[in-house]
């Protein structure tokens, strides 16, 4: 079966501090994968998302930025974060052959301070 | 443009009774896939159910159905003997067939009185 991880599940980081979210899929290959955010009360803003290895689409202007470095991992990062990264940030992966069904993983909670 | 309404902010139903929770859409695509996410306090996004927009038979996951009505736009979720474990925030989504675009809802809190 198919099993999402991604991490860390928690993390306080300095306002100008780097970030690094990691996230890998197991179980089936070739996916398509996903970056959101999602603030306080608030709904999903997908960040990038991704078709294959080195292919990358940004949906929303950042000082984000993503990586697929390997067909089941995908990496979200930045240089400097700024108060505004704060919330949840969600990995998430898809299939065509699974009915466009979206899975998504435990979720990244990212407080900047 | 596509997108989804979740027009219930909040809901609130007693435990053992039935609540549905509304979703409408607006697309001109004629094949998509429509679906309900619960998100519990750990906030992990689960799968509740899965609704084809070619199947004219509303989709159902134990105690979980729901209404869709295609002409309307509108793809609204029953739940049964509702339990204290389904309090959550639930997103209505829409997704075009064959693409990697995803559209959610604003969210319906639910709560469940005991």
């Known amino acids: 079966s198919q099993t999402i991880h991604q991490w860390p599940a928690t993390l306080v980081q300095p306002v100008g501090s780097p970030l690094s979210l990691e996230c890998t899929v197991e179980?089936?290959?070739?996916?398509?994968l996903y970056w959101y955010r999602q603030a306080a009360g608030r709904g999903l803003q997908l960040l990038f998302y991704?078709?294959?290895?080195?292919?990358i689409s940004s949906e929303v202007p950042q000082n984000l930025s993503a990586s697929r470095p390997q067909d089941r991992q995908f990496i979200l990062s930045s240089k400097k974060l700024l108060l505004s990264d704060s919330g949840f940030y969600l990995c998430?992966?898809?299939?065509?052959?699974?009915?466009?069904?979206?899975?998504f993983g435990e979720g990244s909670w990212l407080t900047v301070v | 443009a596509q997108t989804v309404t979740q027009s219930q902010p909040e809901m609130s139903v007693q435990e053992a009774e039935t609540v549905t929770l509304s979703c409408t859409y607006d697309?001109?695509?004629?094949?998509?896939?429509l679906f309900w996410y619960k998100q519990p306090p750990s906030r992990q996004m689960i799968l509740v159910i899965r609704?084809?927009?070619?199947?004219?038979q509303n989709a159902t996951e134990n105690r979980f159905s729901v209404n869709f009505q295609k002409a309307a736009k509108s793809f609204s979720l029953k739940i049964s003997d509702s339990q204290l474990g389904d309090a959550a925030m639930y997103f209505c989504?829409?997704?075009?067939?064959?693409?990697?675009?995803?559209?959610f809802g604003t969210g319906t809190r639910l709560k469940v009185l005991a």
């Open positions: 998430a992966w898809s299939v065509l052959t699974s009915g466009n069904t979206i899975y």
């Open positions: 179980g089936t290959s070739n996916p398509n």
């Open positions: 697309t001109s695509e004629s094949d998509y896939y």
């Open positions: 989504a829409y997704t075009p067939s064959g693409t990697y675009k995803y559209i």
């Open positions: 609704q084809e927009a070619y199947k004219q």
């Open positions: 991704s078709v294959g290895i080195g292919q």
